[in-house]
Nanobody, 125 residues
Framework: VQLQASGGGLVQAGGSLRLSCAAS????????MGWFRQAPGKEREFVAA???????????EYADSVKGRFTISRDNAKNTLYLQMVSLKPEDTAVYYC????????????????WGQGTQVTVSS
């Protein structure tokens, strides 16, 4: 499966962005889907992940740092994963990656086999 992330940009603190991850080659219903991010000088970290069954999300997990502010979702018709981000903070500045995989735990990188190229999110104070 090929993943193409988009939607990043420059936003002021308190603002919102929606990231998209368009998939091709396989349907997203086959995979656990996740978002990770990497800030300058830091290791890549988990942001959010979910798995769906029968067209509905049945497992969703978020990093503590984004709970209540970020929402992971999917459009099956478009085979696209989203990350809605609100109340953005300067510490959310990072390159955001989407990923697809079949292993658990979904909060860890080894669970994923396919990665998008990343999209830059910059939050100014």
């Amino acid at each position: 499966v090929q993943l193409q992330a988009s939607g990043g940009g420059l936003v002021q603190a308190g603002g919102s962005l929606r990231l998209s991850c368009a998939a091709s080659g396989r349907t997203l219903t086959t995979y656990n889907m996740g978002w990770f991010r990497q800030a300058p000088g830091k290791e890549r970290e988990f942001v959010a992940a979910s798995r769906w069954s029968a067209g509905r999300p049945y497992y969703v997990e978020y990093a503590d740092s984004v709970k209540g502010r970020f929402t992971i979702s999917r459009d099956n018709a478009k085979n696209t994963l989203y990350l809605q981000m609100v109340s953005l903070k300067p510490e959310d500045t990072a390159v955001y990656y989407c990923a697809a995989g079949v292993r658990y735990p979904v909060a860890r990188e080894p669970g994923y086999d396919y990665w998008g190229q990343g999209t830059q999110v910059t939050v100014s104070s």
